[in-house]
């Protein structure tokens, strides 16, 4: 059984039989949506079929010609029926999209966090900055080291994560500048690591 045979039944349906007021309506007069075969909200509009059905824990539609369409249109996963009826409609009809599709809104949520993160990396960098210069010995220094190290390893798959959801350039800019001035301190902390090694294995002077 082909999907498209899943979604709307082998039989000729009642709803090819009087197809849905041909593009008459759209989302801002509500039609009256009937079943399919397969008991999946359905309807008919300027000769295509349009069949909302649920996926992953969500709703998709999809809009295929009423016979021998071999490349329907299948949508993303809205998170309720209503909205998947609303932007199949939508689609078919021309009108503004209303909905977001739930990938759409994880990735908008992912982009809010991201930038918080930008924002938080900053003011870290700010308060290493300081500690750098208030260190007095290895152990503070070591402290550092490792928590540069951390958000250096972090960084160098996150900036590519900030292009492809969308964060805003000036912060991307931002998040790239900076990871060269955590690398630069990492290198000076490594520096003041090594220089205090050096003063201990510097022997004592015992002449007379």
Known sequence: MGLLDWLFGSRKSALEQEP????????????????????????????????????????????????????????????????????ALARVSGQVSKYTT????????????WEEQIADRAKLFEDLSAALLAASNVTDLRKIESKVSSQLKQASWQITQYYRDGVAPSLVEKAEDLEKNLQAMLSAVEAR????????????????
Do not use: M
Not at 54 to 72: L, M, T, V, Y
Not at 196 to 207: A, C, E, L, M, Q
């Open 193 to 208: 690591i090594a220089e205090f090694k050096s003063r201990r294995r510097k022997p004592t002077d015992t002449s007379p």
């Open 20 to 87: 849905f007021a041909q593009g008459t309506r759209g989302p801002s007069s509500p039609p009256h949506w009937e079943r399919s075969e397969r008991g999946n909200p359905a309807l008919i509009f300027d000769n295509r079929r349009i069949t909302v059905f649920e996926q992953d824990r969500g709703w998709k539609f999809c809009i295929a010609k009423i016979k021998d369409d071999n490349d329907p249109f299948f949508s993303e996963v809205y998170d309720t029926e209503d909205a998947a009826k609303y932007e």
């Open 102 to 113: 739930r990938s759409h809104d994880l990735k908008s949520a992912r982009k809010d966090r």
